[in-house]
């Protein structure tokens, strides 16, 4: 059996730069995986982390787990993290080459959204996890948009940008959507970034310099501390995060 990082210890881990700050959103996505990511996982503890780039993220909430991260990219295999438990494989999530019933978890963290066809990715996510095993998942909202806050606009990029270099192929979610990708409702929903936290994600991939952003985080952050810490499941979020159990 594993059992899943505390939430401070994991919190602590986050692979962003400047983690209070332009990485606040990032933070805030970590919390919303750990609370719908189960507490313990009994079995070997075999993990797909699908898309998982160079953050580690599975390693992380998992400490003690083995950790597969496939990507697209093969020049990411030499660029994992030192610490991370992770053996890296080049490969395609709508094709993943594992057998069924391989795992015990599978992330899409941040993945479907850069998918064309993301049902056949969602069906492989589920195909190689085990019978009671879990597929935990990242994702926009369909309603996500930016920069959030319209004073912003003229010190942003337009979204279109944002979304091109991020590579997204769609905005993102309704919850009914996600549910028909994997033919049924996630056992855990949880949301972040939320109305009043969403200023540190504008102003983070803002054209703002570094001493006007740092200017601004200061101004905000008490009322953004009270939204962080005041975030449950059900608040009202940009972006969403899921767990379906096989």
């Not at 401070?8 to 962003?16: A, D, T, V, W, Y």
């Not at 597969?68 to 438990?85: C, F, I, M, S």
């Not at 983070?204 to 810490?229: C, D, E, M, N, Q």
């Amino acid at each position: 059996m594993i059992r899943k990082a505390p939430l401070g210890q994991f919190l602590s881990r986050n692979p962003f730069p400047n983690g209070l700050t332009d990485g606040l959103f990032y933070r805030e996505k970590m919390r919303a995986i750990h609370r719908v990511a189960p507490a313990a996982i009994d079995g070997p503890g075999r993990i797909l982390e699908i898309g998982g780039g160079r953050s580690g993220m599975a390693s992380i909430l998992y400490p003690n787990a083995e950790v597969v991260n496939l990507d697209l990219d093969p020049e990411l295999g030499n660029h994992q993290p030192d610490w991370a438990k992770s053996t890296f494989v080049c490969g395609d999530a709508c094709d993943l080459p594992f057998a069924n019933d391989s795992f015990d978890v599978a992330t899409l963290f941040d993945v479907l959204e850069h998918i064309e066809d993301d049902r056949s990715a969602a069906q492989e996510a589920l195909r190689v996890v085990r019978p009671g095993g879990y597929v935990l998942v990242s994702t926009p909202h369909a309603e996500w948009h930016y920069p959030y806050f319209r004073v912003m606009k003229p010190y942003c990029p337009h979204e279109s940008e944002l979304m091109q270099e991020w590579g997204h192929v769609r905005r993102g979610y309704w919850d009914p959507e996600l549910a028909a990708l994997f033919d049924r409702a996630p056992e855990r929903r949880a949301t972040f970034i939320n109305p009043v936290t969403a200023l540190f994600h504008d102003v983070a991939f803002s054209r703002l310099g570094r001493r006007r952003r740092k200017i601004l985080y200061a101004l905000a952050a008490p009322i953004t501390a009270v939204g962080y810490v005041l975030h449950h499941r059900s608040t009202r979020g940009t972006e969403t995060a899921f767990s379906w159990r096989k």
